[in-house]
């Protein structure tokens, strides 16, 4: 018995079709990405509203997915040391270390609170072993990054659009309604 010969080359209309089936796709892509440039500047627009300038969400963001260590954090300290140099800021590297300067529990305490405060990170986000000094302290900063958006997002978002369209906001009433439950119509 013979073997069946596999024909692998394409003719001239399974090309095109390959082809026209690649540009669907980068269009369809373009026109995702155009939705979400399209979001990004309501976001920085509504930023600036809110008295945010749009470099200091990108920087959040940039910094924060660049971590210890990174290239961000070392120019950063050095934009630091040349400000100081030139007065337009308080040279800080003249403090003492053990008052000035946050123990490293402080920083993942701060590392948590950020994440929660944006919605990332979480239980075994740390990068620690369970219940460690420093997942303790990460997940106490993250619960109360938690607790600040939730305590806070509806009653600033209320002020905000309030400010926006010159009206009082609604008077706050706490009916321990939680935000992060979907509305169900009766």
Known sequence: MTAAVRNTTLNEDERAALY???CRQERDELAVIAGA???????FKRAKEWGFAKEEITFHEKARKAGDGSS??????????ILA????????????????RADR???YDAKGEADGLVGEGGPGSS??????????????GWKRGQMKYAD??????????AARSKEEPAANTADGDDPFTLQQDD
């Open 152 to 161: 806070n997002w509806k009653a600033a978002m209320e002020k905000a659009q």
């Open 20 to 22: 026209g089936f690649l």
């Open 37 to 43: 440039e399209s979001k990004r500047k309501e976001n």
């Open 127 to 140: 990068k620690h072993p369970a219940n460690s000094d420093e997942d303790v302290a990460y997940m106490t």
């Open 72 to 81: 961000i954090v070392t120019k950063h300290s050095l934009h630091q040391k």
């Open 105 to 107: 529990l402080q920083m």
């Open 85 to 100: 140099k030139l007065g337009l800021i308080p040279d800080a590297s003249n403090g003492d270390l053990f008052t000035d």
